[in-house]
Nanobody, 120 residues
Framework: QLQLVESGGGLVQPGGSLRLSCAAS????????IGWFRQAPGKEREGVSC????????NYADSVKGRNTISRDNAKNTVYLQMNNLKPEDTAVYYC?????????????WGRGTQVTVSS
């Protein structure tokens, strides 16, 4: 079973930063593309970012481009999402996902999410 555990969420003021972590349990991440999604109250889940198996290819939603950076440390079996210049509209539960061998593939497993709240 592909289990993922997100951490690093919290309450931050507008303009602040957070780094989310996605740790794998029971399998190694290095054979999979990993993505981040988010879901705000009353809204559908939306893709935020994705990173290829090697880390050489990344993509971002237009809403976070230039503010977020996705990275992976396969030795630590962890993927990160660095979020800078956070805005109130970034408030959501953030989930990481396993995408198989490429970001174009649909998610096959999700974590339980971590709450990010951006508020003054």
């Amino acid at each position: 079973q592909l289990q993922l555990v997100e951490s690093g969420g919290g309450l931050v003021q507008p303009g602040g930063s957070l780094r989310l972590s996605c740790a794998a349990s029971g399998f190694t991440l290095d054979g999979y593309a990993i993505g981040w999604f988010r879901q705000a109250p009353g809204k559908e889940r939306e893709g935020v970012s994705c990173i290829s198996t090697s880390g050489g290819s990344t993509n971002y939603a237009d809403s976070v481009k230039g503010r977020n950076t996705i990275s992976r440390d396969n030795a630590k079996n962890t993927v990160y999402l660095q979020m800078n210049n956070l805005k109130p509209e970034d408030t959501a539960v953030y989930y990481c996902s396993v995408h198989g061998f490429g970001c174009s593939e649909p998610p096959v497993s999700w974590g339980r999410g971590t709450q990010v709240t951006v508020s003054s």
